[in-house]
């Protein structure tokens, strides 16, 4: 302080002050300390967790789909005719119970092989050259959590951002968001009541050099439409000519109502184009997880390395239940009334629609599968039908949330109980009419 001019009187003085604030401290022995962070002043601040979220490179599912799902959180009376699964009713709750209830010792609890619990590759080895006429090995097939996450580790680790690559318009609705956030540039394939034309993927092949095409033939999700035979095939020259890998995701075909289903492009595919993608969701419980794809063997590795960075693995109890489910005596007779449910279901949903709707509904009448895509003539105000349908008790899924075209929107019928459905129909009518559409 002398060195300084300052008069020794002043800085003690000064120290007494910055010691009354609480900005220093003195202990005997120890000198005299800046003590800011201890200082009752010290601002807190919590982490800025909104920024986090919006700031993230994961696009969002449809704000549609986030409105669908609490309005049915908070009136689960509303007839559902969004979801795309299978009523409780449908589920073989029974079969699974007694399955579970067998107490056969599990041997083995430890983390599963990565490629998925080899009992399970191997009963579906069976079921798929059984039902599905597809050969394959227990060693190119890879389980995965639902079909979801086979799609989703095709496109996350397959492809790169800029790739292109060629989907069908409209199309499954959770995937779009997938296709965005891997930076893909995706093309559309219009679909009629065949398919989708094999020529254009030809074309989209020559003008942006598409790397892959997704392909959803049976009983597609939105629109209930399978791909023609005929098309089929023209879809695999067209692939084995270009060296392009076609993905089929085949959620819904075993659920066949008017005879069996074609074959699907996997079993006609004689040049290894084709991955293919099934899940036991739609089949028989969703709540299980259960889904896998059949691939070349390198594509399976591959993605059995990368899964184990996600989730490390399925569980392997509903793999041992599906396993064991899948070769028992139940299963066909299952999928027999399953069928048959859902034929019904379909009828009913066909014959409300023309009753209620006078031809003021165009519609295609799905042969299998769940959902059926109706167009109700006006380029609808979709946010303003949704909402007054589910004042009038009723949730369906309007078009735009697959892509497609205004005035369209898929009707479910797979979630929704039969007796419910003449009066969802009933009541999407009451809410056209409510604002003027017709
Ligand atoms: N693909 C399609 C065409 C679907 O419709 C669905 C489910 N709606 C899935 C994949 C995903 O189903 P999961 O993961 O339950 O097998």
Same mark, same amino acid.
């Given at each position: 302080?002398?060195? &300084?001019? %300052? ?14 604030? +609480? ?10 300390? %800046? ?6 002043? @010290? ?13 993230? /490179?994961?696009?969002?599912?449809? #704000? ?16 559902? $005719? *969004? ?66 996450? /086979? ?12 790739? *292109? ?24 394939? #219009? ?10 993927? =030809? ?8 790397? $892959?095409?997704? &392909? ?48 699907? &492009? ?12 099934? /899940? ?5 419980? /969703?709540?299980? =997880?259960?889904?896998? $794809? ?19 693995? !399925? ?5 041992? %239940?599906?396993?064991?489910? &899948? ?7 299952? !999928? ?12 009913? %949903? ?61 009707? @479910?019928?797979?979630? *929704? ?6 009066? +969802?129909?009933?009541? !999407?009518?009451? *809410? ?7």
């Amino acid at each position: 302080a002398g060195q &300084l001019g %300052v008069n020794r009187s002043t800085v003690v003085l000064a120290f007494s002050e910055l010691r009354s604030i +609480g900005l220093i401290e003195s202990r005997s022995g120890s000198g005299t300390r %800046v003590s800011l962070a201890d200082s009752e002043e @010290t601002p807190k601040h919590t982490p800025n967790w909104s920024q986090y979220a919006d700031d993230s /490179s994961m696009v969002r599912n449809p #704000p549609f789909l986030r409105k669908i799902s609490e309005a049915l959180q908070q009136n689960p009376e509303l007839i559902d $005719m *969004a979801s795309g699964q299978l009523s409780g009713d449908l589920a073989p709750t029974q079969e699974i119970a007694e399955i579970m209830s067998q107490n056969r010792p599990m041997s083995y609890l430890g983390y599963d092989n990565p490629q998925g619990y080899p009992p399970l590759r191997e009963a579906l080895v069976r079921y798929l050259n059984r039902h599905r006429g597809i050969d394959t090995t227990e060693s190119s097939l890879l389980i995965t959590s639902g079909s979801q996450q /086979s799609l989703y580790l095709i496109i996350r680790c397959l492809l790169s951002p800029g790739d *292109a690559v060629a989907i069908e318009d409209p199309s499954y609705c959770f995937s779009l968001p997938m296709f965005q956030t891997a930076g893909l540039r995706v093309f559309r394939l #219009p679909l009629d009541q065949h398919g989708v034309q094999p020529e254009d993927i =030809r074309q989209l092949y020559k003008k942006h050099r598409i790397k $892959m095409v997704f &392909l959803n033939p049976n009983y597609q999700n939105p629109t209930g439409t399978l791909l023609s035979e005929e098309r089929r095939r023209k879809v695999l020259d067209i692939a084995s000519e270009l060296a392009l890998p076609i993905i089929e995701d085949d959620p819904y075909s075993l659920t066949a109502y008017d005879g069996e289903p074609p074959a699907p &492009l996997k079993a006609l595919d004689t040049t290894g184009s084709v991955i293919y993608i099934g /899940s036991f969701s739609k089949i028989a419980a /969703s709540g299980l =997880r259960i889904g896998w $794809m059949a691939a070349p063997r390198a594509i399976v590795e591959r993605l059995a390395d990368a899964r184990q960075q996600m989730d490390f693995g !399925l569980s392997v109890i509903p793999q041992q %239940v599906v396993a064991t489910f &899948l070769d028992s005596p139940q299963f066909v007779p299952h !999928l027999e009334r399953l069928r048959r449910e859902l034929q019904f279901k379909r009828d009913m %949903v066909t014959a409300a629609l023309r009753r209620e709707f006078q031809g003021r509904a165009e519609f295609l009448e799905p042969r299998g599968g769940i959902h059926l895509w109706c167009k109700i003539g006006a380029d609808y105000n979709e946010n303003r039908l949704l909402e007054q349908s589910i004042r009038n008790g009723f949730v369906f899924g309007p078009g735009s949330v697959y892509g497609s075209e205004p005035g369209c929107l898929r009707l @479910t019928f797979g979630r *929704a109980n039969a007796g419910d459905i003449d009066r +969802g129909i009933a009541a !999407l009518r009451e *809410a056209a009419e409510k604002l003027d559409l017709f």
